[in-house]
Each structure stands twice: as C-alpha cells, then as structure tokens.
C-alpha cells in the first residue's frame, strides 16, 4: 500500500495556494524550510495587527486567518489554538521589543542617573518608530482593566525594565546622586506617563493642537527638557 502524507490547509483568497507538498507537514527533528518560516512570521504579524486593532479577546483565528488571508485551518496547523498564537506573539513580537529598549540601559554606568533617564527616553520614541503598534497595545492590553496581557508586563516584563530601572534610581538616591524627595519606583512610573501616553494619544493632542509639525524628536526633546529643568516656576512668590 503506497504512504501518504498529510498537508497544512492551502492559503485561500487572493494569495497564490501552497502546492499540496509545501509546507510538508511537521516531523520531529526537521527544520523549518524558508517558506514554512516565511508563512509563520506572516501569521504571526497578522494576529499582531488584530490585536492591536480589535483587541485580543475580540480576535478569533478566522479574523486573523481572514487578515493573512489562508484558511483558518492553516492557522490551526501552525499554532493549535488561539492561546498558543498568542504566546507566540508575546514572545516572538512583543519581548524582543522590550529587550532592544533594555540592551543600551544597562550600558548606562551605575549612578549617571542622567544617562538612564535619556536612554530611557530616546529608547522608547526609537522603539516606536520602529513599532508604532506598542503604545496601542499597551493602552489596551496592558493598562486598561482585564487587558489579556496586564500579567505578562506584572511577571515578564516588570524585573526586566521597570524594577531594573526603580532599582537604579534607588542606588543613585542612597548614593546622594538624585533628589531623596523622590521615590524610585514613582520616577519609573513618571517615565513612563511621559513617554507612552503622549505617543499613545499622539491622535487626539495632534488633531486638538493641529500639531501634525511635531514628530518624534520633538516629543522627546520637550520631555528631556521638562526632565531636566521643569517648568522653571519662580517659587518665591
């Protein structure tokens, strides 16, 4: 009796279909040909925009599928099940962010709280500029009540970036390099109010002000300004 095999779902609409040998079906042990990886990170950017314009809970595999356009079969097939698609975005999109803003922090030396904040700053607007779907995603899935991704940025995200950062400003105050009215982990979240939000609501402010002439280095030079010397108050009267 001659063996068969059994093939992943052909892609579907205005896409070329796979032949029925391409992708093969996985084996143990065998690499992913280009192609297979190819469709892959297509189904993978295709749930990242879903969830970024629908929300996760609100994606379902045929909006995905529909958006990559194949069969929502074929998205069965590389990924199982919904959850395990999102996993996979959270580690092969979402991560790899975080440590690219993470790597140049830590080459700021131990007390040059200057340098930190900096980093900090033109880290983020550069991360955004590369990926504009963050700041979106993280209003929805990560700040607003029942995100799907609020304990992922609590237990993955958190020791990387936030505490890492908290922890150096801490070292810095007792070290009498930053002001001790501050409190660490308050100057973390301050950061982070004064870089996400304004990128997050960069619609609103752009459309309220007609600011479409300010972009990205702006955005960070006012902040690093506002940082530095604050609203210069006369305090005295």
Not at 10 to 30: M, V
Not at 98 to 118: C, E, F, M, S, T
Not at 150 to 164: A, E, F, T
């Amino acid at each position: 009796m001659a063996m068969t095999t059994t093939s992943p779902p052909t892609r579907t609409g205005g896409r070329k279909a796979s032949s029925p040998s391409t992708p093969r079906k996985r084996t143990r042990g065998r690499r992913p040909t280009a192609e297979t990886a190819d469709l892959r990170a297509t189904l993978l950017d295709a749930a990242l925009a879903c969830f970024v314009r629908r929300g996760i809970a609100a994606t379902s595999l045929r909006d995905i599928a529909t958006e990559a356009g194949v069969t929502p079969a074929l998205v069965h097939y590389y990924f199982g099940d919904k959850a395990q698609l999102q996993e996979a975005v959270v580690a092969e999109r979402l991560l790899p962010v975080i440590g690219q803003l993470r790597a140049p922090l830590l080459q700021a030396g131990d007390g040059d709280v200057a340098a930190l904040v900096a980093g900090f700053v033109h880290g983020i607007a550069g991360v955004v500029q590369q990926h504009p779907w963050l700041p979106t995603l993280w209003v929805r899935e990560i700040l607003c009540e029942g995100g799907a991704l609020r304990d992922m940025m609590i237990n993955q995200v958190g020791p990387l970036l936030p505490k890492m950062m908290a922890g150096r400003f801490a070292a810095a105050q007792q070290a009498g390099q930053l002001n001790p009215d501050l409190d660490p982990r308050l100057l973390m979240v301050s950061l982070i109010g004064l870089t996400m939000f304004p990128m997050a609501s960069a619609p609103i402010w752009r459309q309220l002000f007609g600011a479409d002439d300010i972009d990205f280095n702006d955005l960070r030079r006012h902040t690093l300004v506002l940082l530095d010397r604050g609203l210069e108050l006369d305090h005295a009267k």
